[in-house]
């Protein structure tokens, strides 16, 4: 599967965004990377499995064995989702499911935390969200070493050159983000991977900023652990963390101490996992499996990804025209290919800070949105702590050529206006 080819095919646009109950608003919505629109489908299965299944897993009675079945099958069809080119795709068990990228993280730093002795290694970056730094850099508490990859500052994206000196023979794990979710830019992950790999170092990657996207190919990446948060991929509020099954059988166990020797991903879900959310969540390869099926008649897993890149990089691209035609305003970070680049841009404009900027759209409707974004460490290496860091319009392929107009209207004379 390769999402970079041409697609043939343009979404069915009114299809797709009569499947998003809350886009029926005059609400213009551009802050997607925070958390897209569920789809009604997976409403409509969590409210399905609420009603009909309010059981406990693992009991002898019938709709307890039922209801244990149909959350297989979901985990089974969120598992051939990440699909990947020559059609490898993770086990069902090789799936850790919970509330949050952010605990799912945690829980994988508890579960190794016994295995690393004082001076082992651990690289982070300063780019990545919060959620794949702080897990790690507590660890030091236990005499690991912490080490980071820094931001380029001159290509303004993470240099695998960097990343070399830092991997030795103590390097046990490499942390580091698919995209980060101000920059925008998806990072060589494969490349990553297998120089980690060669050092015998695990990677964790975060995969929030990238799954709404393209495909996970987590087989062809050959990634260790890899996480992603399904409220961001037009799901419900739980996460996914893909673990390869060798890393989860060395993997201790964080459940009940009687479960100790447990196999399989529950031993990273203590307390059990969001049955109902789970359920929901295979509402999106459902989606996008019927997406195909508008689009060449579902023969080709990667078409419904190829067709939401191609809108993407059409809305992109207007944006990225427009902000690049003012003086006033600064993209941050690479103005990138638009095949690597996915559409949540950021920007800062000259004299202002960030946080007069999403104001000045919001009498048009249009929610966008500044801050760090829970990437402190990336504002602070760019130097915009001050400036209440960037304005970020992130959108997905559900966002229309239309809003991007109605956008830049509102954008241009709100900035005019500044100016005075
Ligand atoms: C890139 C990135 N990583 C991780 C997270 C944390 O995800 P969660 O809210 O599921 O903990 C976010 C949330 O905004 C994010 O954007």
Redesign the pocket.
Same mark, same amino acid.
């Given at each position: 599967m390769n999402p970079e080819q041409a697609s043939t095919t343009p979404l069915p646009l009114d299809w797709v965004r009569a499947q998003f109950p809350a886009l029926a608003t005059d609400w213009i919505l551009m802050d997607n !990377?925070?958390?897209s629109v569920p789809l009604g489908s997976v409403i409509d299965r969590v409210s399905h499995y609420m009603a009909r299944w309010p059981v406990q897993l693992g009991a002898s009675y019938a709709p307890s064995a039922e209801a244990g079945k149909l959350l297989e099958d979901a985990r089974e069809s969120l598992a051939a989702m990440m699909v990947g080119a020559d059609g490898a795709r993770p086990a069902a068990d090789e799936l850790v499911v919970g509330?949050?990228?952010?605990?799912l993280v945690s829980r994988l730093a508890r579960a190794i935390a016994p295995d690393l002795a004082p001076g082992d290694e651990i690289i982070v970056t300063d780019v990545?969200?919060e959620?794949?730094i702080t897990p790690w850099r507590r660890l030091a508490a236990l005499g690991v070493k912490l080490r980071t990859w820094h931001l380029n500052l001159e290509s303004r994206r993470l240099e695998i050159d960097d990343l070399r000196p830092l991997l030795n023979e103590r390097s046990r794990l490499l942390c580091f983000?698919h !995209?980060?979710?101000l920059l925008g830019e998806a990072t060589p992950v494969k490349d990553i991977t297998a120089l980690a790999h060669k050092h015998d170092a695990r990677v964790c990657v975060?995969g929030?900023?990238y799954a709404p996207h393209r495909p996970l190919a987590v087989r062809d990446w050959d990634v260790d652990f890899y996480?992603f948060?399904m409220?961001?991929v037009y799901g419900p509020h739980c996460?996914v963390m893909f673990t390869r099954s060798d890393r989860l059988a060395e993997l201790n166990n964080i459940n009940h101490q009687f479960m100790d020797g447990m196999e399989g991903p529950g031993k990273l879900e203590p307390g059990g996992f969001p049955y109902e959310l789970l359920y929901g969540a295979a509402g999106v390869p459902d989606y996008l499996a019927e997406l195909g099926q508008r689009l060449d008649g579902g023969a080709d897993d990667a078409q419904p990804w190829r067709a939401i890149a191609d809108q993407e990089a059409a809305l992109s691209s207007r944006l990225l025209d427009y902000l690049h035609s003012r003086e006033d305003v600064e993209i941050v970070g690479s103005a990138g290919n638009l095949s690597s680049r996915l559409p949540t841009i950021s920007f800062t404009v000259t004299g202002q800070r960030s946080s007069a900027i999403p104001p000045l759209c919001e009498p048009a409707r249009i929610g966008i949105r500044w801050g760090h974004?829970?990437?402190p460490r990336l504002v602070e290496r760019l130097g915009l702590t001050d400036r209440d860091g960037v304005v970020r319009i992130s959108m997905v392929h559900y966002n229309t050529i239309d809003e991007v107009h109605t956008l830049i209207r509102s954008l241009d004379a709100g900035l005019d206006g500044l100016r005075g």
């Amino acid at each position: 599967m390769n999402p970079e080819q041409a697609s043939t095919t343009p979404l069915p646009l009114d299809w797709v965004r009569a499947q998003f109950p809350a886009l029926a608003t005059d609400w213009i919505l551009m802050d997607n !990377a925070g958390g897209s629109v569920p789809l009604g489908s997976v409403i409509d299965r969590v409210s399905h499995y609420m009603a009909r299944w309010p059981v406990q897993l693992g009991a002898s009675y019938a709709p307890s064995a039922e209801a244990g079945k149909l959350l297989e099958d979901a985990r089974e069809s969120l598992a051939a989702m990440m699909v990947g080119a020559d059609g490898a795709r993770p086990a069902a068990d090789e799936l850790v499911v919970g509330s949050s990228t952010s605990s799912l993280v945690s829980r994988l730093a508890r579960a190794i935390a016994p295995d690393l002795a004082p001076g082992d290694e651990i690289i982070v970056t300063d780019v990545d969200h919060e959620a794949n730094i702080t897990p790690w850099r507590r660890l030091a508490a236990l005499g690991v070493k912490l080490r980071t990859w820094h931001l380029n500052l001159e290509s303004r994206r993470l240099e695998i050159d960097d990343l070399r000196p830092l991997l030795n023979e103590r390097s046990r794990l490499l942390c580091f983000t698919h !995209a980060s979710n101000l920059l925008g830019e998806a990072t060589p992950v494969k490349d990553i991977t297998a120089l980690a790999h060669k050092h015998d170092a695990r990677v964790c990657v975060d995969g929030v900023a990238y799954a709404p996207h393209r495909p996970l190919a987590v087989r062809d990446w050959d990634v260790d652990f890899y996480v992603f948060s399904m409220y961001k991929v037009y799901g419900p509020h739980c996460a996914v963390m893909f673990t390869r099954s060798d890393r989860l059988a060395e993997l201790n166990n964080i459940n009940h101490q009687f479960m100790d020797g447990m196999e399989g991903p529950g031993k990273l879900e203590p307390g059990g996992f969001p049955y109902e959310l789970l359920y929901g969540a295979a509402g999106v390869p459902d989606y996008l499996a019927e997406l195909g099926q508008r689009l060449d008649g579902g023969a080709d897993d990667a078409q419904p990804w190829r067709a939401i890149a191609d809108q993407e990089a059409a809305l992109s691209s207007r944006l990225l025209d427009y902000l690049h035609s003012r003086e006033d305003v600064e993209i941050v970070g690479s103005a990138g290919n638009l095949s690597s680049r996915l559409p949540t841009i950021s920007f800062t404009v000259t004299g202002q800070r960030s946080s007069a900027i999403p104001p000045l759209c919001e009498p048009a409707r249009i929610g966008i949105r500044w801050g760090h974004f829970y990437a402190p460490r990336l504002v602070e290496r760019l130097g915009l702590t001050d400036r209440d860091g960037v304005v970020r319009i992130s959108m997905v392929h559900y966002n229309t050529i239309d809003e991007v107009h109605t956008l830049i209207r509102s954008l241009d004379a709100g900035l005019d206006g500044l100016r005075g």
